[in-house]
C-alpha cells in the first residue's frame, strides 16, 4: 500500500491544545467540509520541543510533515499543517478504521440512548405533536422508533447522523 503516489493535496493536520493534552486530527478535504480520517493526543510538550514532538507523532501515524513553514493558530487556538505526506497508507487505514468502528460503536450507544428516552417521554404522555417538533420526524416514525429498541445498522447510523446534520 505504501507503494501508492500522493502529493498530501487535500488533507491537513489539525492541532489543538486541549487541557493537559494536543489532539492531532488528519483531515481530508470533501466539497466544502473537512472529515476527520485519524484522531489522537500526546502530551503537551515543552513549547521548545513542540514542533519536533508533533512531526515525531505525525511520522508515528504515517504522515511526514513540513518543518519550514508553521502557519499561527488561527483565532479558535487550532494549528492547520496543509498537505502532510502520507507514506505508509496500511497504517493510515488501519487507524481510520478503528476510527470509523469507533464512531459506530458511539453512534449506536447514542442511537439507543435517544431510543430510550424518546419511548420513555411517549409513555409519560408527552404528546404526539411535541415528540414530532422536538425531533424533527413524522408521527408514524415516532410511533415506529418508540416501539423498537433494535439498534440501527451501519448504514442506516451513518444517514440517520447525514439527515440529523442537515436539520
Known sequence: MDTIAHDGQGWRLAI?????DLELRIEQADDARWLTTQLWTIPIPPSRHRRAAIAESAREHGWITSVERWPK???????ILNEPFPFDWELILR?????????????????LAWRHVLSDAAAKGVRPQQLMEATGLSRATIFRVSKSLTPLEDADLLRAAQAGKGS
Do not use: H, K, M, N
Not at 488561527?74 to 494549528?79: A, L, M, P, Y
Open 95 to 111: 487507524e481510520a478504521t478503528e476510527l470509523r468502528r469507533d464512531t459506530l460503536e458511539q453512534a449506536r450507544r447514542s442511537d
Open 73 to 79: 493558530a488561527r483565532r479558535d487556538g487550532t494549528e
Open 16 to 20: 489543538r491544545t486541549l487541557s493537559d
